[in-house]
């Protein structure tokens, strides 16, 4: 049989809703609604022969695009069965076209499979797709629907389910996949985001391995698994979002930011603003595929380079080029919320740093809609206005406009009491305010679900009606809670709830009157929908509250509203079509009101109101003549006053309020009185390191010098934490370095130790005083520098300052040369000279100190300037290098670190030819 097409043509369009005038006769409106009993799969007789199912292909389509249905019919007698299939989309309220009509004739116990499709053409927002089977006789014996959406954007119209409901472990099986995907077409969900599984969420969304853990939580991902999902659920209408991130993440983000110092942020303390575990950094190096247990390394990025930028933005380019990505979610964009740069200046050198974030955001739209135009951005803005959107208007403004998805946070926290909207009404005004604003400045307002549907089913119910109501969509659904009638009701009736030409009616009581036995919620959601130059509808919302009054308490539903009056006042020159009833929680779905004139006034009455209804007045304004306008509220956020400094760093805590403030408990030795008689064994009697590991020390190849030297090394990793981590063992990644020695008697085991970008903070005064008596009893003290270590590790005015060759600077004080520093050794040096110094080794960032003290050498130079430098301290030595592993040098030119000859150099300073 030859597949018919149809393309849908509203008799008039405004904006893409499609819309026709509803139809003259009664009869046939309820002929519809009585067809749509069967809306849920619901047989209308015990009939021989039923739909088994009717299905669109999709659940969102894009504009333009072939929509296309199957719908499965079994003869379920003996015999041969003549029946007739018709088939419609049913847009707006009730407007339908046939798509399919005929007659069909089953064999015995046959099941015929009948495929059509319709062209959406301009046709945007909720659809029913409806198959209606009659008998011989023109009888209706059975009838299913799906429903499905239309949008370019499906932020416009869709809810979100969060990230795939599968165990990390088992989503390459295709089983689970397939589960997971119908699990996602049963509970609408319109797209899916894939939350932490890049290596490094700015700057690592194309990983070279087949196989990693994730740098946020540690989660198992491969490329094959997150092909075959987004690949699944695209051919189901479902749109896959990234997770995006304006901070560097995981080993791999850790290493983008040594080679960019320039791009990270620091605090006024002059350490970047990090939290990370050495040792875990470590554990993702050597074992990349992990199951994931929270962990997460960041460093937080300076954007006021547009290189950073572009970078990102590159990044989400290739991912979804790779994976299929349909857009992003950022959990923080390239905001520039830095409060110091490298050197430790204000980040923003001065501008306006709303006018830089707002640039960095259409930077990144312009750089990605050039590669792929239909590409979809949504950003987390906390509470959404008052406390982020405020500091920030012209950010926030850009961040909505072109559909922008802006996620509301802070509002998941509504079921704790020290929430602002812990009380429902405050849940609700403060949802339809920012619904409003967000709609206003054309971008699409989501709630954050609460607590992973840990709470009392009527909480969800609420939260999610006093959304939908405020003409806003709900992120993180969880599926387990049962509540796809509210998520196909939201779908089917979208362009009631989404469109952007729906405004809030600015004195609600002058246009609509509520009588009920109780109070119901409403003014806050009555709305003007201007449709085209023609037509027009007034939208209201009437919701029984809940019957308790805080989030998190609600475990019963409220008992019905009955004999509910509703009037709603015609505009002078207006003519009133209809009155339409929708609720989620009737079969029907939508039905016409019986209205009575009253006065200029349309009068209806509603039997019961359970939760949430819908009323919508369906008005004509004619073709002639200037009509009455309806007053429509215009949302109003007056924006912070940024040129006061102090609401600049106000505005700067927000995004850094831990910034120095550091959670150390570092390891307090039990014994820290001196021996009399302590002294070093001498490295004759073979070399003892104890390694204190920082960032990036693995660069500086200690244990191959080591090995050259035949040392036994003992590590101790540093850790540094900004913010609390929910994580096993929190305690003992709360600790500053893993292990230091607890007693003198400890400490002599070795005769060699190597401070690798360790800072004073990481020690007790009582461990730093042990490191003193280390060098001045004869020990070798290695001291290696970095964004932790010397002058910017705060050594001045500890014990450390004391013993070392150097005179610092203080923080800041690691800088960029202008061009490649050559290393090379002083002259006349007998002590390196075999070494292989043809391969040109260069430093490109160091330690700008003030210089060396008397009677200390430079052994090694860079540029002309002390690199290597080296002097006596009691019995021992202080050798301090300071070079950094930072930067990319230009080909040609070998990094120090990575010359062929520094382990054998390293083992000469070690093992002590340089004495």
Same mark, same amino acid.
């Given at each position: 049989?030859?597949?018919?097409?149809?393309?849908?043509?509203?008799?008039?369009?405004?904006?893409?809703?499609?819309?026709?005038?509803?139809?003259?006769?009664?009869?046939?409106?309820?002929?519809?609604?009585?067809?749509?009993?069967?809306?849920?799969?619901?047989?209308?007789?015990?009939?021989?022969?039923?739909?088994?199912?009717?299905?669109?292909?999709?659940?969102?389509?894009?504009?333009?695009?072939?929509?296309?249905?199957?719908?499965?019919?079994?003869?379920?007698?003996?015999?041969?069965?003549?029946?007739?299939?018709?088939?419609?989309?049913?847009?707006?309220?009730?407007?339908?076209?046939?798509?399919?009509?005929?007659?069909?004739?089953?064999?015995?116990?046959?099941?015929?499979?009948?495929?059509?499709?319709?062209?959406?053409?301009?046709?945007?927002?909720?659809?029913?797709? /409806?198959? $209606?089977? +009659?008998?011989?006789?023109?009888?209706? *014996?059975?009838?299913? &629907?799906?429903?499905? %959406? @239309? =949008?370019?954007?499906?932020?416009?119209?869709?809810?979100?389910?969060?990230?795939?409901?599968?165990?990390?472990?088992?989503?390459?099986?295709?089983?689970?996949?397939?589960?997971?995907?119908?699990?996602?077409?049963?509970?609408?969900?319109?797209?899916?985001?894939?939350?932490?599984?890049?290596?490094?969420?700015?700057?690592?969304?194309?990983?070279?391995?087949?196989?990693?853990?994730?740098?946020?939580?540690?989660?198992?991902?491969?490329?094959?698994?997150? /092909?075959? $999902?987004? +690949?699944?659920?695209?051919?189901?209408? *479902?749109?896959?979002? &990234?997770?995006?991130? %304006? @901070? =560097?993440?995981?080993?791999?983000?850790?290493?983008?930011?040594?080679?960019?110092?320039?791009?990270?942020?620091?605090?006024?303390?002059?350490?970047?603003?990090?939290?990370?575990?050495?040792?875990?950094?470590?554990?993702?190096?050597?074992?990349?595929?992990?199951?994931?247990?929270?962990?997460?390394?960041?460093?937080?990025?300076?954007?006021?380079?547009?290189?950073?930028?572009?970078?990102?933005?590159?990044?989400?380019?290739?991912?979804?080029?790779?994976?299929?990505?349909?857009?992003?979610?950022?959990?923080?964009?390239?905001?520039?919320?830095?409060?110091?740069?490298?050197?430790?200046?204000?980040?923003?050198?001065?501008?306006?740093?709303?006018?830089?974030?707002?640039?960095?955001?259409?930077?990144?739209?312009?750089?990605?809609?050039?590669?792929?135009?239909?590409?979809?951005?949504?950003?987390?803005?906390?509470?959404?206005?008052?406390?982020?959107?405020?500091?920030?208007?012209?950010?926030?403004?850009?961040?909505?406009?072109?559909?922008?998805?802006?996620?509301?946070?802070?509002?998941?926290?509504?079921?704790?009491?020290?929430?602002?909207?812990?009380?429902?009404?405050?849940?609700?005004?403060?949802?339809?305010?920012?619904?409003?604003?967000?709609?206003?400045?054309?971008?699409?307002?989501?709630?954050?679900?609460?607590?992973?549907?840990?709470?009392?089913?009527?909480?969800?119910?609420?939260?999610?009606?006093?959304?939908?109501?405020?003409?806003?969509?709900?992120?993180?659904?969880?599926?387990?809670?049962?509540?796809?009638?509210?998520?196909?009701?939201?779908?089917?009736?979208?362009?009631?709830?989404?469109?952007?030409?729906?405004?809030?009616?600015?004195?609600?009581?002058?246009?609509?009157?509520?009588?009920?036995?109780?109070?119901?919620?409403?003014?806050?959601?009555?709305?003007?929908?201007?449709?085209?130059?023609?037509?027009?509808?007034?939208?209201?919302?009437?919701?029984?509250?809940?019957?308790?009054?805080?989030?998190?308490?609600?475990?019963?539903?409220?008992?019905?509203?009955?004999?509910?009056?509703?009037?709603?006042?015609?505009?002078?020159?207006?003519?009133?079509?209809?009155?339409?009833?929708?609720?989620?929680?009737?079969?029907?779905?939508?039905?016409?009101?019986?209205?009575?004139?009253?006065?200029?006034?349309?009068?209806?009455?509603?039997?019961?109101?359970?939760?949430?209804?819908?009323?919508?007045?369906?008005?004509?304004?004619?073709?002639?003549?200037?009509?009455?306008?309806?007053?429509?509220?215009?949302?109003?956020?007056?924006?912070?006053?940024?040129?006061?400094?102090?609401?600049?760093?106000?505005?700067?805590?927000?995004?850094?309020?831990?910034?120095?403030?550091?959670?150390?408990?570092?390891?307090?030795?039990?014994?820290?009185?001196?021996?009399?008689?302590?002294?070093?064994?001498?490295?004759?009697?073979?070399?003892?390191?104890?390694?204190?590991?920082?960032?990036?020390?693995?660069?500086?190849?200690?244990?191959?010098?080591?090995?050259?030297?035949?040392?036994?090394?003992?590590?101790?990793?540093?850790?540094?934490?900004?913010?609390?981590?929910?994580?096993?063992?929190?305690?003992?990644?709360?600790?500053?370095?893993?292990?230091?020695?607890?007693?003198?008697?400890?400490?002599?085991?070795?005769?060699?130790?190597?401070?690798?970008?360790?800072?004073?903070?990481?020690?007790?005064?009582?461990?730093?005083?042990?490191?003193?008596?280390?060098?001045?009893?004869?020990?070798?003290?290695?001291?290696?520098?970095?964004?932790?270590?010397?002058?910017?590790?705060?050594?001045?005015?500890?014990?450390?300052?004391?013993?070392?060759?150097?005179?610092?600077?203080?923080?800041?004080?690691?800088?960029?040369?202008?061009?490649?520093?050559?290393?090379?050794?002083?002259?006349?040096?007998?002590?390196?000279?075999?070494?292989?110094?043809?391969?040109?080794?260069?430093?490109?960032?160091?330690?700008?100190?003030?210089?060396?003290?008397?009677?200390?050498?430079?052994?090694?130079?860079?540029?002309?300037?002390?690199?290597?430098?080296?002097?006596?301290?009691?019995?021992?030595?202080?050798?301090?290098?300071?070079?950094?592993?930072?930067?990319?040098?230009?080909?040609?030119?070998?990094?120090?670190?990575?010359?062929?000859?520094?382990?054998?150099?390293?083992?000469?300073?070690?093992?002590?030819?340089?004495?």
């Amino acid at each position: 049989m030859k597949r018919p097409k149809c393309r849908f043509q509203p008799a008039r369009e405004r904006d893409g809703a499609c819309l026709r005038r509803p139809r003259a006769a009664w009869a046939a409106t309820l002929r519809l609604c009585g067809l749509a009993l069967g809306c849920f799969g619901t047989s209308l007789g015990l009939a021989d022969v039923r739909i088994a199912t009717a299905q669109s292909s999709k659940l969102i389509y894009h504009r333009h695009e072939a929509a296309e249905f199957v719908v499965s019919i079994k003869n379920q007698e003996e015999v041969l069965k003549k029946v007739k299939l018709t088939c419609q989309v049913i847009g707006a309220l009730d407007e339908s076209t046939t798509i399919y009509d005929a007659p069909l004739a089953l064999g015995a116990q046959e099941t015929k499979d009948v495929q059509m499709s319709w062209s959406t053409g301009d046709a945007e927002f909720g659809f029913e797709f /409806k198959a $209606i089977l +009659a008998d011989e006789a023109g009888k209706a *014996i059975d009838s299913k &629907s799906d429903y499905f %959406g @239309v =949008a370019d954007n499906v932020f416009k119209i869709g809810q979100n389910g969060g990230y795939p409901q599968i165990r990390i472990e088992d989503y390459e099986k295709d089983a689970v996949i397939e589960n997971a995907v119908k699990e996602a077409r049963r509970n609408y969900i319109a797209f899916v985001e894939f939350y932490g599984w890049a290596p490094d969420d700015f700057g690592n969304l194309t990983p070279a391995l087949d196989e990693w853990r994730s740098g946020q939580g540690s989660y198992y991902w491969s490329k094959k698994g997150l /092909k075959k $999902i987004v +690949a699944a659920l695209h051919a189901n209408g *479902i749109s896959a979002i &990234s997770y995006g991130k %304006g @901070v =560097a993440c995981g080993y791999d983000g850790f290493d983008l930011a040594r080679k960019h110092p320039e791009w990270i942020d620091f605090s006024t303390n002059g350490h970047p603003i990090a939290n990370f575990s050495v040792e875990f950094l470590d554990a993702m190096k050597a074992e990349p595929v992990g199951k994931g247990d929270g962990f997460w390394n960041f460093v937080s990025l300076n954007f006021f380079d547009p290189k950073a930028v572009a970078y990102g933005a590159q990044q989400l380019i290739a991912s979804s080029m790779e994976y299929g990505f349909n857009g992003v979610r950022f959990d923080g964009q390239f905001s520039l919320f830095a409060i110091r740069n490298c050197e430790g200046k204000d980040a923003s050198q001065g501008e306006d740093r709303d006018k830089l974030s707002r640039r960095n955001v259409q930077m990144v739209k312009q750089q990605i809609w050039r590669q792929i135009p239909n590409y979809l951005f949504g950003y987390n803005w906390g509470d959404v206005y008052e406390n982020f959107g405020a500091y920030c208007p012209l950010e926030f403004a850009e961040s909505c406009k072109d559909g922008g998805l802006v996620m509301n946070e802070t509002i998941r926290a509504s079921c704790f009491s020290d929430s602002t909207t812990h009380r429902w009404r405050d849940f609700a005004r403060a949802t339809a305010d920012d619904a409003a604003w967000v709609r206003q400045l054309g971008g699409h307002y989501f709630n954050l679900s609460s607590v992973n549907g840990s709470l009392p089913l009527e909480d969800y119910k609420y939260q999610s009606i006093l959304t939908y109501a405020a003409g806003a969509h709900i992120y993180n659904l969880p599926a387990k809670l049962g509540l796809s009638k509210y998520t196909q009701f939201t779908l089917r009736y979208s362009a009631l709830l989404y469109d952007p030409a729906l405004k809030r009616i600015a004195e609600p009581r002058q246009w609509v009157e509520v009588k009920s036995e109780k109070p119901l919620w409403w003014e806050d959601y009555v709305y003007l929908r201007e449709i085209n130059q023609t037509q027009r509808q007034i939208v209201v919302h009437l919701i029984n509250p809940p019957p308790s009054e805080m989030f998190g308490s609600t475990t019963t539903a409220p008992p019905p509203r009955k004999e509910v009056a509703v009037r709603i006042r015609i505009p002078e020159g207006d003519t009133l079509q209809h009155v339409w009833l929708l609720t989620p929680d009737s079969i029907t779905g939508c039905r016409p009101l019986q209205v009575v004139a009253d006065n200029g006034w349309a009068r209806a009455s509603i039997p019961d109101v359970n939760r949430w209804i819908m009323v919508v007045a369906a008005l004509d304004k004619g073709d002639k003549g200037e009509r009455r306008t309806i007053p429509t509220m215009m949302a109003n956020k007056p924006s912070k006053n940024l040129s006061d400094p102090a609401m600049v760093q106000s505005k700067i805590n927000l995004f850094n309020p831990v910034a120095d403030s550091w959670l150390h408990a570092p390891v307090h030795p039990k014994d820290a009185e001196k021996p009399a008689a302590f002294a070093i064994p001498p490295t004759s009697r073979g070399i003892q390191i104890l390694h204190l590991q920082g960032l990036h020390y693995a660069c500086l190849k200690m244990e191959a010098a080591a090995k050259l030297l035949r040392a036994d090394v003992r590590a101790s990793a540093f850790n540094h934490l900004l913010i609390p981590q929910n994580v096993p063992r929190l305690d003992y990644y709360k600790k500053s370095l893993t292990y230091f020695p607890r007693s003198y008697a400890e400490l002599a085991q070795f005769n060699v130790m190597a401070l690798a970008d360790i800072e004073a903070g990481a020690f007790t005064d009582e461990s730093l005083q042990m490191i003193k008596d280390f060098v001045d009893g004869g020990g070798k003290l290695l001291v290696f520098g970095g964004h932790f270590s010397l002058g910017n590790g705060h050594y001045a005015g500890t014990v450390l300052e004391e013993i070392l060759p150097v005179k610092l600077r203080g923080p800041f004080e690691v800088r960029k040369a202008a061009a490649p520093l050559p290393v090379l050794p002083r002259a006349g040096d007998r002590l390196f000279a075999d070494l292989a110094w043809t391969e040109k080794p260069a430093a490109l960032w160091r330690h700008q100190v003030n210089g060396v003290k008397e009677k200390a050498e430079a052994l090694l130079t860079a540029g002309g300037e002390p690199f290597l430098v080296k002097w006596t301290y009691g019995k021992g030595r202080v050798i301090v290098c300071l070079g950094t592993v930072y930067g990319e040098l230009p080909e040609g030119t070998v990094p120090f670190w990575e010359w062929s000859d520094w382990p054998k150099l390293l083992s000469r300073v070690i093992g002590g030819q340089t004495e």
